[in-house]
């Protein structure tokens, strides 16, 4: 028999509808039972250790997660775990366990899009599925995963893709790794590459911004301070900024303050193409760090992880430059 510890954490996975139709957080977990997935060969650990709305996770709460599985792989005779989690930043999570876990047991995170109590809820089918595969001999060694509606994806690469239907979670790179199909577990790619790194602290003030036609100076100014550690910018297309504002970039990196450029684009790399004002080959001469095939949240998290492990210079751009590492 297999132990999977269960970490719940919150989101709608764990939340119901009120009277007046509104979704709200309960005082019990209502998928916190055994019995409603019948899945008789597996014994379920179930540890309630957050209940927060995902708007509200942040690095800090990541890391204690990290930190809750660490110390269950250590101390307790677990065989995998699975991670419930809101939708919103989902992602992000299962993203930063991927960079700060071990290959050790499996770690599969998933959510709900609907609450416990909604017509067509997919809690306890997102939940049981996630317990299969984490307890699936071979989902062992392919970095952390989210299961979502039959779906098992990479947390490097799956995002959210819409703000409501419960196929959300997608992987717009490279697909699916696998499925589960009638309680059977089916791997049909392989992850390659995973870099693990320890922390036991997360560097705040890194920041994200995007960019937008018309896009100035402002935005980039507001964070030209002695307390920002790190930026990450949604670029354009392959990668490239409106004029108006490489002054004020150039100032950022004057400060050694390390900033990653991602395109805001759904799929593909940010790439040094284009030699126009503000193109590519500009802002990689500038000294700016090109992120290949991380969306800017992802791309956050890993600077986070980066700085906070004490990378900086050539390190640290070698380890954003390659989602694959």
Known sequence: MKNILAIHTGGTISMSQDEMGGVVQNDENPIDNNDILGLPDIN??????????????????????????????AEENIDGVVVTHGTDTLEETAYFLDLTLPNTVPVVVTGAMRSSNEIGADGVFNFKSAIQVAASDEAKNKGVLVVFNTGIYAARFVTKTHTTSVD??????????????HDQVIFAQQLIGSEYTDINHVKDHVYLLKAY???TDVLFNAIDNDETN???????????????????????????????????????SAQAIYAYEGGGIEL???GLIFCTQLNGQKARMKLIVGLSSGKAGKDLEEYMANALS
């Open 168 to 181: 959300t979670f997608k992987d717009p790179i490279y697909g699916t790794l696998g499925t589960v199909d």
């Open 44 to 73: 379920i650990i179930n540890d309630e250790l957050l209940n927060l709305p995902s708007p509200q996770m942040t690095p800090e709460t990541m890391l204690k997660i990290t930190n809750r599985i660490k110390k269950a792989v």
């Open 213 to 215: 036609a018309g896009m």
């Open 230 to 268: 790190g930026v990450v910018i949604e670029a354009m297309g392959a990668g490239n900024m409106p004029a108006p504002t490489l002054k004020a970039i150039e100032r950022l990196i004057k400060r050694n303050i390390p900033i990653v450029l991602v395109s805001r684009c759904f799929s593909g």
């Open 284 to 286: 990689k001469d500038m």
